[in-house]
């Protein structure tokens, strides 16, 4: 099933894909769904982050095909970097060049403290694209990853969620740059799994309803300039759009 | 003027500290701050966290009294580790020793871009103080600042916001543990100003209303454990006190 958020007069709602239209539901969070009554068609609606998250989390050293020189470390993104579909992403311009990464991102939809591989998916909500926008020079200055990660609408993250995601941690991902492929891989070539992921973040920090992680990059890293078209493609989610500015 | 957060059957609102009253207002980022007409007594009313920061920032690097050695670091705090005054810090056990650290902690008020030294504070509605628990022996191996700073209750702020502070820049802290005095500095002896880290924090990230800065330690840590009631105390605005269990 796919989530997505939409905005309304009366304020942003979610709503499930149901044939050609959005139907409206009350919580997202609630089991089972319910369903308002009201829709609006799919066709020319335009969606926001399919989630408001009050928690980011970044994965570090988990950006290479299954290589791991480091162990895995945490961070959080500014929730302020958040951004819908379509947004443009406001490059940064004199700190050095600017990517775009695209990533697998886990949307947790019950309080997940110290999950366990067998357990981790059963906090999850379902699964969305991000991209994780990057000054990459202020890396290796950066070892906090705050400088190379803090910028206007540098987290887009949809178009939706996908609830009933076949296999996690074998998601193909394709980034193209203005319509050309840059980059092929997919979750199967992180260095360390999803639930992994899971199961370490929550070793450490309680996650909430509505919280991101950002699984990490496997080569799906792409340098962009302003008037760049981003597609990031999720196999068995869908296609996250963005420009550059 | 002081401001406190206070939960009444309503929910959460702010007040002013007004004789032996709280007297509640509408926004607290708006100017002139309105009043409701209502109020409750200062004695025996319980205070929340004065405010609802979406972002959290921590300052590596500041820890030492004027020293410097390496280039000042932002990082992210989980919003979910903010607890209340008076809330039980819950110590984890078996990842080595807890820290206690006392700061002074910035409230910004309207947005904040790109900030200079000369109207840095422009942009800040006050002061509180705020005590950035950390899991001090994973620092070593924990350069994003995660497992070192997550955890229930981690982050106490409070007890109220004082928005006439006379010179953040001098703001003497004392901490003591068990009533015991365990550490005396102040904001004096941070390698880098109050000013000069909302400089380059908001280089890289705009800040909007109710995020907090935490500025740094300045020799203000000390090692805690169960049972231990912590005091700390900034010149000019008060004392946040929290147990550990």
């Given at each position: 099933m796919r989530i997505a958020r939409i905005l309304t007069p009366t304020g942003p709602q979610h709503a499930v894909a149901d044939g050609d239209s959005w139907?409206?539901?009350?919580?997202?969070?609630a089991t089972p769904l319910v369903r308002t009554g009201e829709a609006v068609p799919i066709e020319g609606t335009a969606l926001l982050a399919p989630v408001q998250p009050r928690d980011i989390l970044g994965l570090g050293h988990n950006l290479t095909n299954n290589d791991h020189p480091l162990p895995m470390q945490a961070w959080h993104k500014s929730v302020h970097t958040l951004a819908n579909p379509g947004d443009a992403i406001v490059a940064?311009?004199?700190?050095?060049?600017?990517?775009?990464?695209?990533e697998l991102a886990v949307v947790i939809g019950t309080r997940a403290e110290a999950l366990?591989?067998?357990?981790?998916?059963?906090?999850?909500?379902?699964?969305?694209?991000?991209?994780d926008v990057t000054n990459v020079d202020q890396v290796?200055?950066?070892?906090?990853?705050?400088?190379?990660?803090?910028?206007?609408?540098?987290?887009?993250?949809?178009?939706?969620?996908e609830t009933e995601l076949a296999d996690p941690e074998n998601v193909s991902t394709t980034v193209e740059i203005n319509g050309e492929?840059?980059?092929?891989?997919?979750?199967?070539?992180?260095?360390?799994?999803?639930?992994?992921?899971?199961?370490y973040v929550t070793q450490?920090?309680?996650?909430?309803?509505?919280?991101?992680?950002?699984?990490?990059?496997?080569?799906?890293?792409?340098?962009?300039?302003?008037?760049?078209r981003v597609d990031i493609t999720l196999a068995g989610i869908g296609t996250l759009t963005n420009t550059v500015v």
């Amino acid at each position: 099933m796919r989530i997505a958020r939409i905005l309304t007069p009366t304020g942003p709602q979610h709503a499930v894909a149901d044939g050609d239209s959005w139907a409206f539901i009350e919580d997202v969070f609630a089991t089972p769904l319910v369903r308002t009554g009201e829709a609006v068609p799919i066709e020319g609606t335009a969606l926001l982050a399919p989630v408001q998250p009050r928690d980011i989390l970044g994965l570090g050293h988990n950006l290479t095909n299954n290589d791991h020189p480091l162990p895995m470390q945490a961070w959080h993104k500014s929730v302020h970097t958040l951004a819908n579909p379509g947004d443009a992403i406001v490059a940064r311009r004199g700190v050095g060049t600017v990517n775009i990464e695209g990533e697998l991102a886990v949307v947790i939809g019950t309080r997940a403290e110290a999950l366990t591989l067998e357990n981790a998916f059963d906090a999850v909500l379902g699964f969305t694209i991000v991209n994780d926008v990057t000054n990459v020079d202020q890396v290796p200055i950066d070892e906090k990853s705050f400088q190379s990660k803090g910028g206007e609408n540098y987290t887009p993250l949809g178009p939706w969620i996908e609830t009933e995601l076949a296999d996690p941690e074998n998601v193909s991902t394709t980034v193209e740059i203005n319509g050309e492929v840059r980059a092929e891989s997919g979750s199967f070539n992180l260095p360390s799994s999803v639930a992994a992921t899971l199961v370490y973040v929550t070793q450490w920090l309680t996650l909430y309803p509505g919280d991101v992680v950002m699984t990490g990059a496997p080569n799906t890293f792409v340098a962009v300039n302003p008037g760049d078209r981003v597609d990031i493609t999720l196999a068995g989610i869908g296609t996250l759009t963005n420009t550059v500015v």
